[in-house]
């Protein structure tokens, strides 16, 4: 099998049901998500070397969503098709999410990305998954995109965010406070 095809040298790519330029907003969605896949896969490894295997674990769960949710993007035409992602990888999120938080200290202020190195990239992860959120809904605003990939996406972003504070716990390593930050953080107690 050959890498190269060829049939992309004028400036467009097959997506399932067609053909578009390769800055069509769809492939800007889940070429974004691809890339967020290789910084996931990344924090993975990094994970592994330090010991953090459930995070590890779950991480690499997220990587095959995320194949999943460049998979039912790729659609020039999502309806009735068979789609990939359900609403139970953002609940099976949210209580990852959950998990996470409990384990890690109160925070009231905004924090600096960084810590352990694997706290840093899921932090890029957070990053990168907001753009796709934010193509995603560029998208959105053009053509009919399967719900639960909007719904993972803008989930996911706050998974890298409670595991990257997870990460740091685990490995007795300190968030570092932005320091001119207010207090922006408030339990329900304090409302």
């Known amino acids: ?7 992309g040298d004028s400036g467009d790519t097959s997506v399932k049901g067609g053909r578009v330029r390769k800055d069509d907003s769809r492939v800007e969605a889940y070429g974004t998500v691809d890339e967020l896949n290789s910084f996931v896969g990344q924090a993975a490894a990094i994970a592994v070397r330090d010991g953090l295997s459930e995070l590890a674990a779950e991480l690499t769960e997220i990587q095959q ?10 659609f020039a035409d999502p309806s009735g098709r068979d ?17 996470h938080t409990a384990a890690s200290p109160e925070i009231k202020r905004f924090i600096l990305p960084g810590g352990s190195e694997v706290s840093a990239l899921l932090h890029v992860c957070r990053t990168v998954c907001r753009r796709a959120e934010r ?14 990939v909007s719904t993972y996406m803008n989930r996911l972003s706050d ?8 990460a740091n716990v685990k490995l007795g390593i300190p968030d570092t406070e932005y320091i001119r930050s207010a207090d922006v953080f408030r339990t329900k107690s304090n409302d």
Not at 1 to 7: A, D, F
Not at 66 to 72: A, P, Q
Not at 138 to 145: D, F, K, N, R
Not at 159 to 166: H, L
């Open 83 to 99: 789609l990939k992602l359900t609403d139970a990888s953002a609940t099976r999120l949210e209580s990852w999410i959950d998990a």
């Open 159 to 166: 998974y890298f965010f409670a595991a990257a504070r997870f």
């Open 65 to 74: 969503e995320l194949f999943d949710c460049g998979s039912d993007l790729a």
């Open 135 to 148: 193509r995603i809904v560029t998208l959105t605003a053009e053509v009919s995109v399967h719900p639960p």
């Open 1 to 7: 099998m050959k890498l190269y095809t060829r049939t």
